[in-house]
């Protein structure tokens, strides 16, 4: 009985490490479909409900550990001095294996849930919405135990989605295209479990064979020979976007001569940008590129002098919020003059905000005076938008950060220009590959869902844009320095 039960433990172990890889790089996409397959062939093996639950336990941890390596790329932060680095990574460590566990429980009442209704006829549609259930469930206990100043009570977080794991498939990624990632959930749960019940099929033969399996190898073949697929050819919705793209490190202190030297950079820069007549302009996120220029008669004058066309610009900054501050963007629009403000909605616990438990973990561990430092720089706050005018040529703008929630997409109801701008800043990261690659399966999502193309313009980062079919874009630079530069997309 013991080497049973330790035979599910390493079952749940495998398929957590299978379904956490396939978000570290394009290679292990079908870890998902695989490791959910393994883990529901170990509980149709005479899995009680109480240890489905712990082995669910196991394997949603162990996945979203993998998934949430990417975000180690933050250490050392640079923006805390000189406080001690074992410490910075143990706390960090702290944090994010306790959120890994948190969402993990949820997984494990997928699991629970799984042992009731395996045999059932209608399985594949209540497993499917259980898994998708138990994932909103992960989102909604990490926003509980992430709370804090900034924070409220959600289901944004939805990195570590199975359905992610399909985004750049070439067939299955069509599913998206309305429901986003639920339905790409669904999806691999149902290949999954698809897929175990062919191996239990082949497994129940007194001497089994390579005939045995063919049809659960067949499937395999099926889905990786589709991967490569294209979706949709890639099409030109008639919108120029200049995307500005920069390269400021987030340093603790700024010395008076490298913020003149940024604006020096940012106004060639902006003044390049016009200069390619494209229908819009995007700034990074918090660059607050045309706050030098003191007003927005000022910035309509500038645009004015350096182009005849009428264009949208898109700036972000911080401003003051209460005893806080928040996150805003700010679209100049030509054709009517006006002034368009947007503000973020979803910040990032631990980034943005001291959410209360990790507050509480520092002060429990003689951290007093670095959670004051935190509680001073970790001081943003939400705000609410300003209604546009109808006239008003608007693009969707979707800030850094907001791209984790399957619900960001919601702005695109907002916007009255067909596209969504993406002001990012990852000023905080060393080497984020693995995060590069989440980014690109949640954006893809995404754009799919909404039918509305995509431009990201990027502090720290790499540039790149999808069209309305999730497909990439390739962009031209047209200028650059050792800073800056302008990269221009036709979407």
Not at 278 to 291: H, W
Not at 411 to 438: C, G, N
Not at 453 to 480: K, S
């Amino acid at each position: 009985m013991a080497s049973m039960i330790y035979a599910h433990y390493r079952y749940a172990a495998v398929s957590g490490l299978l379904m956490g890889l396939a978000f570290l790089h394009p290679f292990f996409w079908w870890g998902g479909i695989l490791g959910i397959a393994l883990f529901l062939v170990s509980l149709s093996q005479g899995v009680r409900v109480r240890d489905a639950g712990v082995l669910g336990l196991i394997a949603g941890t162990l996945k979203m550990l993998i998934a949430f390596s990417g975000l180690w790329a933050v250490y050392p932060l640079d923006w805390l001095g000189d406080f001690n680095r074992t410490l910075q990574l143990f706390g960090i460590g702290i944090v994010w294996i306790l959120a890994s566990m948190i969402i993990g429980a949820a997984f494990g009442a997928f699991a629970c849930v799984a042992t009731w209704v395996r045999l059932h006829p209608y399985r594949y549609l209540l497993l499917g919405g259980a898994l998708v259930l138990s994932e909103i469930l992960g989102s909604i206990l990490f926003s509980v135990v992430m709370y804090g100043p900034g924070g409220d009570i959600n289901a944004h977080l939805s990195i570590g989605y199975l359905g992610y794991t399909l985004a750049r498939h070439g067939v299955l990624g069509f599913f998206a295209i309305g429901t986003g990632v639920y339905t790409l959930s669904c999806v691999v749960l149902c290949l999954g479990l698809l897929l175990m019940e062919q191996i239990e099929k082949a497994r129940m033969v007194a001497v089994p064979t390579y005939h045995s399996y063919r049809k659960p190898l067949l499937m395999i073949f099926v889905l990786l020979v589709t991967y490569f697929l294209p979706l949709h050819p890639s099409v030109d919705g008639g919108i120029s976007v200049a995307t500005i793209h920069t390269a400021f490190p987030n340093t603790l202190e700024t010395t008076g001569e490298e913020k003149a030297a940024r604006v020096g950079y940012l106004i060639d820069t902006f003044e390049a940008s016009l200069q390619t007549e494209s229908d819009v302009i995007v700034f990074p996120e918090t660059i607050g590129g045309l706050r030098v220029f003191g007003g927005d008669a000022n910035v309509f004058n500038f645009i004015k002098k350096h182009t005849a066309s009428d264009v949208v610009v898109v700036d972000s900054d911080t401003v003051p919020n209460d005893m806080s501050m928040a996150i805003r963007a700010r679209v100049y629009d030509t054709s009517t003059k006006r002034v368009h403000e947007v503000y973020k909605h979803y910040l990032v616990p631990n980034g943005e905000f001291l959410p209360y438990t990790v507050h509480a973990l520092i002060y429990l561990f003689g951290g007093k005076e670095v959670a004051s430092v935190l509680d001073e720089r970790l001081a943003y706050a939400q705000a609410d938008a300003v209604v546009s005018e109808a006239d008003q040529a608007v693009p969707a703008v979707l800030f850094c950060s907001e791209s984790l929630s399957p619900y960001a997409a919601a702005v695109a109801r907002e916007k009255t220009m067909p596209l969504i701008v993406h002001p990012i800043s990852h000023a905080w990261f060393d080497t984020p590959t693995f995060f590069w690659y989440q980014l690109d399966l949640m954006l893809r999502t995404q754009v799919r869902m909404t039918r509305t193309p995509l431009a990201v313009a990027a502090n720290m980062g790499h540039p790149f844009a999808y069209d309305a079919f999730g497909n990439p874009v390739v962009g031209e630079t047209v200028y650059e320095t050792a800073s800056t530069s302008v990269v221009v997309y036709e979407l």
